[in-house]
């Protein structure tokens, strides 16, 4: 098929990487966000997907938002069979949509109905879900409310940050793009209307969203901070001071009782209280400085017995 790809972020790279490198499709344009500021210098950058696009040698469609008159012609000029999209950042309106014939493809990081929305991997990992997935399908005027042409699943890891988790389903989920559009062109696939129940909603996460609530039980706060790492970030404060934390795990049922956010450290551990056990944090990162052992860093800061995160 003719396609035109749409993407912004990192994560929509291997979906673009596979549809190049399969050679059943023909990608002809790609469209991103328009290139930001970004870094200290505040210069322009392209989008990840973007800077894919150029070393690939394909046209690059950055409109300002996607009911761009301009935008919607270039788009009848390419003539599109379909427009698969990974993470675009921008909501497509109903004459855009309807310009490729199978419509515009959405690859979305769960199994929908659940998680429709901006962060739904992030969402996912906070509510303790076990199983998560990748959803294909047709885009529609809603926010993610489109009929379902494909899914896989990915079981949720103990362990599992959302950099991690998002990281595996970008990969997997790339593969699931490219098998729906196959299936798309040789007819073999209907569209499933998603179910009215299990519905469930991710917004996107503020920086405020990501700032740990020590008094919440800690299963909880394990889950928070995994959910928001590596970005926006967890987050506490110390003396007023803003303090990321980076890693954190379960103390152990041997670890002392401490009131939440209370620190206790020795030579081999960081402990910080919550809402019921401690909880063991790994690394941190201290105003202006880059992520580091949380003991090393106690250990420089001379922190007193009673230091506390809030």
Known sequence: MRLVFAGTPEVAVPSLNALLTGGQHDVVAVV??????TGRGRGLSRSPVAAAADAAGIEVLTPKNARDPEFAERLRELAPDAIPVVAYGHLVPGPVLDIPTHGWINLHFSLLPAWRGAAPVNAAIEAGDEYTGA????????????????TMTEAIRPRDTAGDLLGRLSESGAGL??????ALETGELRAVPQPSEG?????????DDARVRW?????AVDRHIRSVTPAPGAWTTLGGERVKIGSARHAGEDAPTLAPGKIQWDK???LVGTGTTPLLVESLQP??????NAVDWARGARLDDEAVFA
């Open 32 to 37: 991103s966000r328009p290139d930001a500021r």
């Open 177 to 182: 793009l490219v098998a729906t559009l196959d």
């Open 215 to 219: 008094a919440d039980p800690a299963l």
């Open 199 to 207: 519905v469930s909603h991710a917004g996107k996460i503020s920086v």
């Open 135 to 150: 959803t294909t399908f047709r885009l529609d005027e809603g926010m993610d409310t489109g009929p379902v042409l494909g």
């Open 287 to 292: 105003p202006g400085k880059k992520m580091m």
């Open 268 to 270: 081999r551990s960081f």
